[in-house]
């Protein structure tokens, strides 16, 4: 079995301090964890800042959540965990990819984070229809990425049996119109017959001081 990716998307409030020091602390708090050298300002969803954090081991995630937890300023808005492996249904990205994305490349303008689940009875479906559900759904959203040149990308976790929800979606965008005319168009998608949860939303934009 391939290396397992741990990802967690963190939103706070400050609490009795300015946003700038509340930022401060969440950095100081997730230093030398990958994907800390990003910190986003909340645009929709719970908190005013957010994270997003990847690591081999689940444990500096949850390390670097306690030392959070003991920053006077960071009151915890939302903690959300996944564990990126590649889709069973399309050729992605390795966790190896994903790592570097997170930790090395230049990061797009916004991120878009929530928890999703799914109905029982997809998990009934034969797998080969699963799939073909699942290629229409990816092929709507790259025509219309394409159709509207918009530039995102998609990173998929799990997190069955170690959350409420089943996955965490994660995105990064450079167009937040454009991005909510994907997700329009995705709404044609036969695959939303059986989604029952993908809320709360985190809009995150990134902050650039």
């Not at 994907?35 to 954090?53: E, K, N, T």
């Not at 993908?198 to 990134?206: H, K, N, Q, T």
Request: with cysteine.
């Amino acid at each position: 079995m391939a290396q397992a990716l741990y990802m967690a998307v963190a939103s706070y409030e400050p609490r009795g301090c300015s946003v700038s020091e509340a930022l401060g602390e969440m950095r100081d708090a997730f230093r030398g964890v990958p994907g800390s050298q990003r910190s986003y300002l909340v645009l929709s969803g719970p908190g005013l800042i957010a994270a997003w954090l990847a690591s081999w081991e689940p444990e500096q995630l949850a390390e670097a959540r306690a030392r959070a937890a003991e920053k006077r300023c960071l009151s915890e808005a939302a903690w959300w965990l996944g564990v990126y492996w590649e889709s069973p249904y399309a050729k992605g990205a390795s966790p190896e990819e994903v790592y570097r994305a997170v930790s090395e490349a230049e990061p797009l303008r916004y991120l878009i984070a929530y928890p999703m689940k799914k109905s029982p009875e997809w998990y009934l479906i034969p797998f080969e229809e699963r799939r073909r559900i699942m290629g229409e759904h990816i092929l709507i959203a790259r025509e219309a990425m394409k159709s509207l040149g918009v530039e995102v990308r998609s990173y998929t976790t799990y997190a069955f049996g170690l959350a409420a929800h089943e996955f965490l979606v994660i995105y990064e965008a450079e167009d937040l119109a454009g991005w909510a005319r994907v997700v329009e168009k995705l709404r044609e998608a036969k695959a939303r017959k059986w989604v029952v949860m993908e809320e709360p939303v985190i809009v995150g934009v990134l902050n650039r001081q």
